[in-house]
């Protein structure tokens, strides 16, 4: 018996450092793949409407989430919520997908999308083991009514319920800083292209 409890410690600590491990991994990537994009990116006018727009709706999906989440307090299921279980990963996604359009090169953007969903579904995968243990079967119930991370049309349809906004609950989830890098990292590309159009024109499309 002793020995079946030393296990599990074991088993439960290893869970720990991988989670911890991930954690560290997403955020420095969040920081590497848009500085990479930037520097190797060349500006293609369509993907580069496209990118902006999937970087404002990935930073404000995150923003509209944070700013209902009271994080280890309650379960939240209504709102960005009843839309897929984890729409903060997934604005995140999506957020990194629009810098990966705006850098211009369809590479990136396969690359992107596929670093980027192994690392969360990884994440997302631990974080409902703990979940479950948290909120037993109410997260259960929920784990087999709403999706994990792509939306249904059943899902939309229900995340439109009108919930409390906080937007000082956004800012207490630290979510600001995401809002504002986003903006920042499209005006920086957006300066970066005009100066090698003033410097060096090219075709945009």
Not at 10 to 39: C, D, E, S, W
Not at 127 to 134: M, Q
Request: glycine content about 8%; proline content about 4%.
């Amino acid at each position: 018996m002793g020995q079946h409890a030393e296990i599990q410690q074991h088993r439960k600590k290893l869970k720990q450092g991988v989670y911890l491990t991930l954690t560290h991994l997403r955020i420095n990537l969040g920081f590497i793949f848009p500085l990479a994009m930037l520097i190797l990116g060349h500006m293609k006018l369509p993907l580069f409407v496209t990118g902006s727009a999937l970087v404002l709706v990935g930073a404000g999906l995150r923003l509209y989430s944070a700013g209902v989440l009271r994080k280890d307090k309650r379960l939240q299921r209504t709102g960005p919520y009843a839309l897929c279980r984890n729409p903060l990963f997934l604005g995140t996604i999506i957020l990194m997908l629009g810098f990966a359009f705006l850098s211009g090169s369809w590479t990136l953007v396969v690359l992107t999308l596929v670093v980027f969903w192994s690392v969360y579904m990884w994440v997302i995968l631990l974080e409902e083991r703990w979940l479950l243990e948290v909120f037993g079967e109410s997260y259960g119930e929920y784990l087999r009514t709403t999706p994990r991370l792509l939306p249904t049309f059943r899902s939309l349809s229900a995340s439109f319920t009108r919930v409390p906004y906080s937007f000082a609950q956004a800012r207490a989830n630290h979510e600001l800083k995401t809002t504002v890098a986003g903006v920042v990292g499209v005006l920086l590309f957006l300066v970066k292209y005009a100066l090698e159009l003033w410097i060096l024109p090219f075709s945009l499309w």
